[in-house]
């Protein structure tokens, strides 16, 4: 028999003040009341809104803290379990109940006592750590030597470029604040484009009409 899978998620708001109470063995009961609204297009296409109510239990040290701090009207995200149980009212009959078993509970607004503009603050940040800056510039074109390349972590002095006559030292492992060793010399000075040949093909451009 394949395993099966029973989850819930909810996002809404107490009806109530939440209810704390204790069992016989001293463990703590919270008993919550959530409402949660969605809206839908009926077949007159209106939209219109539908209330459902969640009966969701909190078990033990976390309940007797969200008792503390939540009061009517909180919203709370909550992630649990279905949990269906049955007993017997004072006139003998069977009656069952289904109830959300509280695995997760987030704080999603206001609190008990917290006034109706309180920030909750900004939301988490994920990004990485800042990058680091990269090698440096390359120097002018006719430069005697050649200039130090920047280091791996971002040297603040220009690299050599074109045309250095003598060649730079091997680059080193830049700080954060200082540039790294000097990069290889480059070589002479390029020669300057001599630009297109002459048109020779009564119109062609020579260019490469293939995509890439």
Do not use: C
Not at 43 to 51: A, H, I, S, W
């Amino acid at each position: 028999m394949a395993e099966g899978f029973n989850r819930v998620m909810l996002l809404g708001n107490l009806g109530s003040d939440p209810e704390l109470r204790f069992t016989q063995g001293g463990q703590a009961v919270l008993n919550l009341r959530l409402a949660t609204t969605e809206s839908y297009l009926d077949k007159d296409k209106v939209r219109r809104e539908r209330t459902d109510w969640h009966n969701v239990v909190v078990w033990g040290k976390r309940g007797e803290a969200l008792a503390k701090i939540l009061g009517k009207g909180s919203s709370l995200f909550i992630e649990g379990s279905l949990r269906t149980s049955s007993y017997d009212d004072r006139d003998g009959n069977k009656r069952y109940k289904t109830e959300v078993i509280a695995n997760n509970v987030i704080l999603a607004g206001r609190g008990r006592g917290a006034p109706a503009g309180d920030d909750m603050g900004p939301p988490a940040d994920f990004s990485g750590p800042p990058a680091r800056g990269g090698g440096g510039g390359g120097g002018d074109y006719g430069d005697f030597s050649g200039g130090g390349g920047g280091g791996s972590g971002g040297g603040s002095r220009g690299g050599g470029g074109y045309g250095g006559s003598r060649g730079g030292g091997g680059g080193g492992g830049g700080g954060t604040n200082r540039g790294g060793g000097g990069g290889g010399g480059g070589a002479g000075r390029p020669a300057p484009d001599p630009g297109p040949p002459p048109d020779d093909f009564g119109g062609y451009d020579g260019g490469d009409d293939i995509p890439f």
